[in-house]
């Protein structure tokens, strides 16, 4: 078993910035066998992927409607993996999830994925 967990959710104002973290623990032979991604889904909407990172970092994808604002990267020494997130606008406001595939490089399809966290509440005012 896999077990993800997320931090770094809170209330910020339009234009600020946050940075999520996701800590990976459990049954992890080797950190590099995954792909991760995160996840956001807002009130009444679908889960969408934001963005994902291959297992060696290099492989990174990301929405239309974050790309230029959220970074994302991975510490695999220290089985972290993170979101930064700028220039934040409203329609940011969601719960983010972070999930693991067992891939090399993400996919950004939840079907795939094979582990989630609890998600962090992530809310932009205006």
């Known amino acids: 078993q896999v077990q993800l967990v997320e931090s770094g959710g809170g209330l910020v104002q339009a234009g600020g910035s946050l940075r999520l973290s996701c800590v990976i623990s459990g049954r992890v032979f080797s950190l590099s066998d995954f792909s991760v991604a995160w996840f956001r889904q807002a009130p009444g909407k679908d889960r969408d992927i934001v963005a994902g990172v291959g297992w060696s970092g290099g492989e990174t994808i990301y929405s239309n409607s974050v790309k230029g604002r959220f970074t994302i990267s991975r510490d695999n020494a220290k089985n972290m993996v993170y979101l930064q997130m700028n220039s934040l606008d409203p329609q940011d406001t969601a719960v983010y999830y972070c999930?693991?595939?067992?891939?090399?490089?993400?996919?950004?399809?939840?079907?795939?994925?094979?582990?989630w966290g609890q998600g962090t509440q992530v809310t932009v005012s205006a």
């Open positions: 999930a693991s595939e067992q891939t090399t490089t993400p996919t950004g399809l939840s079907d795939v994925m094979s582990y």
